[in-house]
Every structure is written in C-alpha cells, then in structure tokens.
Nanobody, 119 residues
Framework: QVQLVESGGGLVQAGGSLRLSCAAS????????RAWFRQAPGKARDLVAA????????YYTNSVKGRFTISRDKARNTVYLQMNSLKPEDTAVYYC????????????WGQGTQVTVSS
C-alpha cells in the first residue's frame, strides 16, 4: 500500500505563489504516473496536472497551463506542484494521486491539502 502525504497548502493573495509537495512511502515504478487533482466545494474532483515517473512527461489542464508546473524528485519519491499567478478560482482542496496513466486509473490518494486564494 503506497501512502501519499501532501504538504504546502495555505492562504495566499491573488497573484501569489505556492508550492505543494507529495511524498510517497514507496518508490514509484517506471511507467507510473503521479498527479495532482483538485476539488472545490460542490464540484467534482478534477485532474490538474500529471507527470510520468520515468520520463517526466507532463500533462496540464488548460486552465493552469503557463501558471503551474509539475515536477518530480526521484531520489526523494516526491512530486511537486509549483503554482504561480494564483487566482481565486484555484481555491480548492488539492490531492496527490498515484496511477497508471494520465487519465487513470488512480489507485492511491493523499489526504488533501487546502489552497485558498483571496481576491
């Protein structure tokens, strides 16, 4: 069972930056994908960004392209989400996930970290 632990959420003003981290209890396999999802109140959980563990290929949803960057540190079994130029609509609980491909299935999830962007 892989455990994922997120950190780095918080309150920031619009235009500010945050960096989220997701540490895994086990080393990811070569073809695995690690991703960040987010869920705003009353809305579905949506894929924000994903990265292939071996090659580092990335995917971003359109609304965050050019503002967010996903990266991984293989030695630390950690994935990061650098979020710049934050907007109030980025406010959500952000979840880290481990899966087989960009669009799933995802088999392990973190507990979530709150990101709040004030206007």
């Amino acid at each position: 069972q892989v455990q994922l632990v997120e950190s780095g959420g918080g309150l920031v003003q619009a235009g500010g930056s945050l960096r989220l981290s997701c540490a895994a209890s086990e080393r990811s396999g070569g073809t695995d994908v690690r991703a960040w999802f987010r869920q705003a109140p009353g809305k579905a959980r949506d894929l924000v960004a994903a990265i292939t563990w071996n090659l580092g290929n990335t995917y971003y949803t359109n609304s965050v392209k050019g503002r967010f960057t996903i990266s991984r540190d293989k030695a630390r079994n950690t994935v990061y989400l650098q979020m710049n130029s934050l907007k109030p609509e980025d406010t959500a609980v952000y979840y880290c996930a481990h899966g087989a491909s960009y669009f799933g299935p995802y088999d392990y999830w973190g507990q979530g970290t709150q990101v709040t962007v004030s206007s």
